[in-house]
């Protein structure tokens, strides 16, 4: 790469590649130049010119306009929010403690920096005058919500609060900015630092061929050749806890799993927890809200937490008598086996396992050679060529952050270029466990030409071992199918503006394109498409799908109740008036006896490593899900009235959805598409929870309830 500077950085006495224009094939980050020592100098040095660049709005003699004030505020800050958004994902997906530590030491400099820019009180006279004066613009519709975008961001950041508040909302911020950082290293330390390590094979019993050999080859990496290890991150944990005999160690590794985060040790959170709910309340109410759930709220589609609640508690009921319906059918076959002590959280999945081979003669283990991570990627890409007609073609010249990420150029059918996907699908040390999409480059125009994005794909799905590739359970392939969906809303995106770009949108609204997605991964027909056998190459057989199909709501209570408890959990921490001050796990226990969770059954993630809420931007959000598992099935509905590739659909969720990005209010882009408001009806009987006489019910888009 040649680096024309656009700034005079030094780095250790070399130029600093994350200053220099990124002359790199698609414009992406220069991975192999960029090092940990080069992020805090060129952060301190972005955040300089951005503030040349707010003092110069601020300003500005020029009466206030669209122009000069909210357009230079959406084009400001580009080259600080390019290295930013690069600290953050490699912090993810490929981080050490020494990007940690950077990342630790730079946030509350960055906090500071961006309370300058929105408590700034010359600047936001000007975006106020714009605001008040807005008729007199003639704005477009994706004009008027940039405009109110920025608006509420300055409003909802504190600009009218006393300069006293001010500076107390400041010293909130980057405590939070800090802690937040220091909880998700926790998580990722005590999932690292925790090995199951066997060396009896008798230990093995029950354990898949597939399962044993990846977990032979993590021992062999490891130095201990002729044993076996199991980790706490996904693909190794839980089809332990699936297929394992041992039930002794079963519990220890359950034992492991959930007390990340809580161990008494460096890496407990428990603190860190009663910090940010306490440092979020209080700046919830210095901004004029009773709990931070209204604060967050306000901006969602669900609007305040009792339509979050009505939505939760309408399915509540339903999903915990199905789970306690299926525990009595696992503490049955615990029975049989001689134990009469009570259904465990560790047991659940073991016997869930073989109620599901004996009921549908469905085993996981035997459907995973159907659904190799390449074919199921293949099928990915045949769905999005169906449905929009995108190509894909893997290229070699992008460059990559990590060996085993590829990079594929996606495409119109007519070759026209839309953008880059990166794709990285194994677990290591350095990356945090479950799955996400995020950009490296988001889409906008500028100066009337597009700027393709460039998105990303990170899960971690067992690694290939020997001759043996990548092989999914279903489940993990409808998390790819999910993740891709949100890589749809990244690269289709075609909007003017960054800011409103792609998945820019309330987090109860982007699950909509992800978890529709899913709904293709089930379908017999799509299926036959791309389930094929590694070895032979044969189709996946009509009477294993006939069994799919059958099972589709099989320990659907178990799933929905361990997602809502930990949806509730999110909002008992976050729609509360007064201090918590207990410690985290006597109030998580009453929260889950407050809902009547059973005790085989914990919240889908406990308090001390719930990622989402105290790491990745979910806070009172963890139920989005859920509202937007009702737009999912709803939209899924449009395309089953007329078939499952009709153009006409593809093309108005395409145009009314996904190009749109946040440039209009969510509800009233989903009634374009569907031209009705979404119905819960398809929710529940997806999930099995549909009484025989149950009535429609609607979320209203002029209200945005839940009825």
């Known amino acids: 790469m040649s680096c024309n500077r656009e700034n005079k950085a030094e780095t250790i006495g070399e130029e600093n590649p994350l200053l220099a224009v990124w002359d790199t094939p698609y414009g992406a980050p220069p991975f192999e130049e960029i090092k940990t020592q080069h992020f805090i100098p060129a952060l301190r040095e972005a955040m300089t010119v951005h503030k040349e660049e707010i003092n110069a709005i601020a300003h500005n003699p020029a009466p206030p306009t669209f122009a000069n004030t909210i357009e230079a505020l959406e084009y400001s800050g580009k080259l600080l929010n390019r290295i930013q958004v690069v600290l953050s994902n490699l912090n993810s997906a490929e981080t050490n403690e020494e990007l940690q530590n950077a990342a630790k030491e730079i946030a509350p400099e960055l906090s500071s920096h961006y309370d300058d820019i929105y408590l700034d009180a ?166 004029g809200y009773q709990t931070y759930a209204e604060y967050i709220l306000e901006e969602r589609m669900a609007k305040t937490p009792e339509k979050v609640f009505e939505l939760m508690d309408r399915l509540w009921t339903p999903a915990l008598n199905k789970a306690k319906a299926e525990e009595a059918d696992i503490k049955a076959l615990m029975q049989k086996d001689g134990l009469t002590d009570d259904v465990q959280p560790y047991d659940w999945r073991y016997y869930t396992e073989k109620i599901r081979a004996h009921k549908y003669s469905l085993d996981e283990q035997a459907l995973k050679p159907y659904f190799c991570l390449d074919s199921v990627r293949k099928g990915i890409f045949m769905v999005a060529d169906s449905l929009y007609g995108l190509q894909f073609k893997k290229t070699d010249n992008a460059p990559i952050y990590h060996k085993d990420v590829t990079a594929w150029e996606v495409t119109e059918k007519d070759g026209k270029y839309l953008g880059l996907l990166y794709m990285d699908f194994f677990p290591r040390a350095g990356k945090k466990g479950g799955a996400w999409m995020t950009s490296y480059k988001k889409e906008r125009i500028d100066d009337g030409k597009r700027i393709a994005p460039i998105i990303s794909i990170v899960c971690n799905f067992t690694k290939p071992v020997g001759d043996v590739p990548s092989l999914l359970t279903f489940d993990e392939t409808l998390t790819f199918f999910h993740e891709f969906g949100h890589a749809l809303h990244g690269l289709l995106s075609n909007v003017t503006y960054e800011s409103l770009s792609g998945t820019s949108v309330p987090t109860d609204f982007v699950e909509l394109p992800s978890q529709l997605m899913e709904n293709w991964a089930a379908e017999p027909e799509v299926l036959k498409m791309y389930a094929h056998h590694y070895k032979t190459g044969e189709a996946i057989p009509d009477d294993i799908i006939a069994k799919l199909q059958e099972a589709a709501t099989f320990d659907q209570g178990f799933a929905t109740v361990e997602y809502l408890a930990a949806a509730y959990l999110d909002m008992d921490y976050h729609n509360r008036t007064k201090p918590l001050t207990k410690n985290v796990v006597p109030f998580e226990n009453e929260a889950m006896e407050k809902i009547g969770l059973i005790p085989s059954i914990i919240p889908r993630y406990r308090s001390t490593y719930y990622n989402h809420i105290f790491s990745l931007g979910y806070s009172a959000g963890y139920y989005s899900y859920i509202w937007s598992g009702v737009l999912d099935s709803d939209a899924f509905e449009a395309f089953k009235e007329r078939s499952l590739f009709d153009s006409i659909t593809a093309k108005a969720f395409r145009t009314q959805i996904l190009e749109k990005g946040g440039t209009a209010d969510p509800a009233m882009l989903y009634r374009s598409f569907r031209h009705a408001d979404p119905n819960i009806t398809a929710l529940l009987k997806k999930k099995g929870l549909l009484p025989e006489t149950a009535e429609p019910a609607e979320i209203n888009a002029d209200t945005e309830s839940v009825e």
């Open 122 to 287: 010359r600047l936001f006279s000007r975006v106020k005058k714009v605001w008040d004066n807005q008729i007199k613009e003639k704005l477009t519709i994706e004009q008027a919500k940039l405009l109110e975008k920025k608006y509420k961001a300055f409003i909802r950041s504190g600009a009218a609060l006393s300069a006293g508040q001010q500076q107390r909302l400041r010293k909130i911020n980057e405590e939070l900015a800090v802690l937040s950082i220091a909880f998700g290293a926790n998580v990722l330390a005590d999932t690292n630092n925790f090995e199951l390590v066997i060396d009896n094979k008798e230990d093995l019993e029950g354990l898949p061929e597939t399962i044993i050999t990846a977990a032979a080859g993590e021992a062999t990496e490891k130095g201990k050749d002729g044993k076996w290890i199991f980790t706490l991150h996904n693909a190794s944990v839980m089809p332990f806890l699936q297929y394992a005999s041992n039930r002794g160690l079963r519990k220890k590794i359950w034992t492991a799993y959930q007390n990340r985060g809580n161990n008494g040790d460096a890496n407990d959170n428990r603190i860190t927890i009663i910090q940010m709910v306490n440092l979020r309340t209080e700046k919830a109410q210095l901004l």
